[in-house]
Structure formats: structure tokens, C-alpha cells
């Protein structure tokens, strides 16, 4: 063997990988008494092999837990079950799709053989009832027979009949079995009299079992319960890595918004993907009283879990965009009465530094200080670890992070902001008075605000603390400010004090041809000596003028 996989083969011959395990005597009995489990994995790749060693052995530890479907197992939700069942019945080789087929499209040799097949059986029956062969013979022709396509169909219409036979017994009416007993009329040895029955259990695996070995699939059509489940699990277990409170919060948002949009729908949550049309998406978007940018927004996330069910499920994808007219539709009504978010106002500006200053809360002042002086977005600010904060370099400056907790929003730059006065005299403070992390390892145990960086709540009440500092003069037609203005600020304070588009932009960590060739030329090392000078023209600028379009 040129591994060390338990369970695991190689022809030396073929170099063919192959699977071979005991079966324990007590569990025998699932595996119709056979004493182990020999398979052919059909691949030369032994990491191909490695997976399908994985899955048979999850197949095999599963039908030991469940005693083959035999005894009580917990229920499931259908659509599970029966999946699980076909895949049962494939491993085991009893699954119709996996029997020899002679129909009127077989070949005429494969006709013949069959035919041909059928009588051998009967004659060597017929030859071993009357002594003319041995045990020993009989058991040996029997064999070679038994590869036949003619022997495989006849066991599988065995079992069929078995295990109609259980059911039958298993779901009788004891009442009119009596009744029907001691009823002269009724001759309950005839070889077609079938007991009497009560209704058959449909979420009975064994009552499932016979129904796919009757040709029926059963597996339900998708519906819009199985879409929201499978989009939140795909979200979930993506490889795209999302920091804790985006996750949650966009788990708890997206399943809230498929719930209701379930109740616009012929059958509530359980209406087949197939029968929703773009009346119920209209219907959804008709009664909703949010603005036209939310309602793209959930328009957004209910087409995400749509295609997501597309993308997942291809043999049970439904063909068409439901969501897209809406979206389109929305999407240019949104543009034409979307606010523009603007700049601060100089005396917008003092009166949120005087405000923020007031502030009792240590984590709020600090966040809202660093927004102020550098134009950080909120997320950016909250989630500063300590070993961003360079206090002890000739030079002392911040390093924020895009990639904090793998996701912080948008796409933005790495990059580093030397720290001049008075912000660094209150960050070494806040350090020195308030910090204690790094002690349990967890993400927020390095965060230098915890409370307001990490927190299932913390997005809401961070918005919420800084917002009251934003007071709006109120001369600015539909545009508006927020706690994001500050931003859009430190930009237009950037562009006074003369500071080039390029330089503006790195520190603000937008994206552009000329910032990224500043981050590809230092990326977050760019010596903090360069732009310090930079920062102390920034901070003495008082006024200046605001752009009409603005930087999101």
C-alpha cells in the first residue's frame, strides 16, 4: 500500500482504488448478513478516492446509527429524508436507476439473453427439485446466473415484495382484521385476500423506501422555505471571509425579509419555486413603505437567495430573474430622489467638535475624534486594535486596516496616518486608562473600543451614539449629512490645504488609479515623516468649500 487510509484499496493491476471494510457481526443484518463491504471507486486519483472513502464511511456510520431505516429514527424534514434515502439505496445497489432495463428500446441481444436468461433459471430450478444435480452444482450455476441482468431484476422485485409484505402487516387495521376473521364471507387464506389497512404514514422511511423502489422519485419541488434555508446556509459557510457582526446581522436581516416576503405568496413559505411570478415580487414591493434605495436593497437580497438556490441546486434551478424588472425599476426611482450625503459645513463642523468633546462616553469620543481627524469610516475607527496604534515610533501613526475581522465594508486601502496633536496625547490617554484587552484571545479581547467594535448590537449603537453629535443648518435642498460626513470633510479640508489627490486619497484608503500607485509604491509602511506635515496643514484648515459631488 502506498498510503495510510483505513478502509482503503488499490488494485495493483489497474491501479484502481477500491474500498473494503468488515462489517461488525451485530450490525450484519443492515447489510443483508454480508460480512464486509467491497466497492470499486472507479478513479485512479487518490485524492478522488479520499473523497469517496470520506462519504462512504459517512454513509456506512449513518445507516448503523439509524438501524437501516428499520427501527425508529427521529423525523426529518422530508425533503432531507428522501434525499438521504435515495443515496442510501444507490450505496446499497438497490436503487431502480441502478437495475439492468429491458424495455422496448433494449437491444434485441440483450432481448434474447434475458429470455434466455429466464429459462436457464426455471430448467436448473426444475433440475434441482427432481435430484438430477447436486446442491453443490446447482448453488455453482446459480451463480453465474445470478451476474445476469435476469437475477438482479427478480431479487430487486423480491424485496419489493418483502418489503410491501412488512408494510402491509405494519399498517394493518386490527379492528376490521378481526372482524374480517371470524367473517365467513371472507376467505382470508386466499392468496390475493391483502389485509385491511389504515392510512400509510408518508414520512415513514420504510413507506418512502417502497415507493422509490416502485419508480417513484418523491423528491419534492424546491420551495421558498428551501431557497432561504439553503441561501443562509451557502452565506454561512462561505469561503469569503466576514467579521461576526456583519454575519449576523445580514442572517437575521435576509431571513426577516424572506419571511415576509413569503406572506405575499399562494402558499406562504412553502409555495413551489415554480409558481412564483413577478405579481407577487410587484405586490411586495406595492405595500412596502420604505424608501425606493431600501426597497433595491431588499429587492437585492431576496434575488441573492434566489440565485443562490440557482447556483446550488442546478437540477432543480428555476429559469427566470423574478426580481430583475423591479430592481431596474426601483434602482431609477432611487436615483431620482436620492439625498446626496455632503461635507460638514465649517460651523457644522465646530459644533460637532464641541459636541463630541462633551461626550461622557470614552469609546464614542474617541471614535468620533479619529473619524474627525483622518475621515476613517465608522467601522473602521471602532474596530482599531492596539497593535494598530504605533505610539513609540519616531514618528507616531495608526494603521487602519480594511481587512480588520477579513471584512469592514467596502473595498478600501491599507494604510498608515501619523498622529499629531491633540489626538495622540488622548489616544495615548485612552491607552494608558482604559485599555485591557489581549488577555483571552478572542476578537474583540485586542480591540481598543470592545464595546462599540464587536457586538451584535454594536453597528446600531455606534451609529446611534455619534449621530446626536450631527446637527444639520438645514440650507442644503435634498442633501444631508451623517456621521459618513465626516469623510467627506476631511476630504474637502484635504483639497484646501492643498494636499494632492493622490496623497488625500491613501489616507483616506479610497481606491483609485493614483492612490493605489501611492499604496503599491510604500502599501501601509509609507513612512508616517511624509505626511505628517501634511496632516498638521490639514488639521489648521477652517474653512472651506464644498463640492457638489461627493466621494461614497
Not at 23 to 35: D, G
Not at 206 to 216: K, N, P
Not at 412 to 422: G, K
Not at 435 to 446: E, N
Amino acid at each position: 500500500m502506498l498510503h495510510n487510509i483505513p478502509y482503503l484499496t488499490i488494485t495493483p493491476r489497474t491501479k484502481t482504488y477500491g474500498y473494503r471494510r468488515r462489517i461488525p457481526k451485530e450490525t450484519r443484518y443492515l447489510f443483508e448478513e454480508k460480512t464486509e463491504i467491497v466497492k470499486s471507486l472507479k478513479t485512479k486519483s487518490l485524492t478522488v478516492a479520499q473523497v469517496k472513502v470520506d462519504q462512504l464511511n459517512a454513509w456506512f456510520e449513518e445507516r448503523i446509527a439509524t438501524a437501516g431505516y428499520s427501527r425508529s429514527v427521529e423525523l426529518e424534514f422530508p425533503f432531507k429524508l428522501v434525499r438521504k434515502i435515495h443515496t442510501d439505496m444507490k450505496e446499497m445497489g438497490e436503487h431502480p436507476s441502478q437495475l439492468p432495463k429491458i424495455d422496448v428500446y433494449s437491444d434485441p441481444t440483450e432481448t434474447d439473453q434475458y429470455v434466455d436468461d429466464v429459462l436457464a433459471a426455471r430448467l436448473l430450478r426444475k433440475r434441482f427439485l427432481v435430484d438430477e444435480i447436486s446442491v453443490q452444482e446447482y448453488a455453482k450455476q446459480q451463480a453465474q446466473i445470478a451476474r445476469r441482468p435476469v437475477l438482479k431484476l427478480t431479487n430487486a422485485q423480491m424485496k419489493r415484495k418483502s418489503l410491501l409484505d412488512e408494510l402491509r402487516r405494519k399498517y394493518r387495521d386490527k379492528e376490521r382484521t378481526q372482524a374480517e376473521s371470524i367473517n365467513p364471507d371472507i376467505d382470508c387464506d386466499a392468496e390475493d385476500y391483502v389485509l385491511p389497512q389504515v392510512k400509510w404514514d408518508e414520512t415513514d422511511p420504510e413507506v418512502i423506501r417502497y415507493r422509490i423502489m416502485c419508480g417513484e422519485s418523491l423528491l419534492p419541488h424546491p420551495t421558498w422555505q428551501n431557497a432561504t434555508d439553503s441561501y443562509i446556509h451557502q452565506y454561512k459557510r462561505s469561503r469569503i471571509k466576514r467579521n461576526p457582526e456583519q454575519l449576523l446581522k445580514h442572517t437575521k436581516a435576509a431571513k426577516s425579509l424572506c419571511l415576509r416576503f413569503g406572506t405575499y405568496l399562494s402558499d406562504g413559505m412553502n409555495t413551489s419555486l415554480s409558481e412564483i411570478d413577478i405579481k407577487d415580487v410587484e405586490a411586495f414591493v406595492d405595500s412596502s413603505n420604505v424608501t425606493d434605495a431600501t426597497i433595491v436593497k431588499n429587492l437585492t437580497i431576496l434575488r441573492a437567495a434566489w440565485n443562490s438556490w440557482n447556483t446550488h441546486n442546478p437540477k432543480q434551478k428555476t429559469e427566470s430573474d423574478l426580481f430583475e424588472v423591479a430592481i431596474n425599476d426601483s434602482r431609477k426611482a432611487a436615483k431620482q430622489s436620492a439625498g446626496i450625503r455632503r461635507s460638514l459645513t465649517p460651523n457644522e463642523y465646530a459644533y460637532f467638535s464641541k459636541s463630541i468633546s462633551q461626550e461622557k462616553n470614552q469609546e464614542v469620543r474617541l471614535i468620533g475624534k479619529i473619524m474627525a481627524y483622518c475621515g476613517a469610516p465608522t467601522i473602521e475607527a471602532a474596530k482599531l486594535r492596539r497593535e494598530d496604534v504605533k505610539l513609540d515610533s519616531s514618528t507616531p501613526y495608526v494603521v487602519f486596516r480594511s481587512t480588520a475581522d477579513k471584512v469592514t465594508g467596502k473595498d478600501r486601502l491599507d494604510r498608515a496616518v501619523p498622529l499629531i496633536e491633540p489626538i495622540l496625547s488622548e489616544l495615548r490617554l485612552y491607552i494608558q486608562s482604559h485599555y485591557t484587552g489581549g488577555k483571552d484571545g478572542s476578537p474583540a479581547s485586542d480591540c481598543l473600543f470592545p464595546k462599540l467594535g464587536y457586538g451584535s448590537h454594536s453597528s446600531a449603537a455606534r451609529s446611534k451614539a455619534l449621530r446626536k453629535h450631527i446637527v444639520s443648518e438645514g440650507r442644503y435642498g435634498q442633501s444631508f449629512i451623517s456621521p459618513y460626513s465626516l469623510r467627506h470633510t476631511f476630504k474637502d479640508r484635504a483639497s484646501k490645504a492643498g494636499v494632492s489627490t493622490d496623497i488625500a486619497e491613501y489616507l483616506l484608503g479610497h481606491k483609485s488609479n493614483q492612490s493605489s500607485r501611492v499604496h503599491r509604491q510604500y502599501g501601509t509602511k509609507m513612512p508616517a515623516s511624509e505626511t505628517v506635515e501634511l496632516m498638521h496643514r490639514i488639521a489648521a484648515v477652517t474653512h472651506w468649500a464644498m463640492n457638489e459631488e461627493y466621494d461614497q
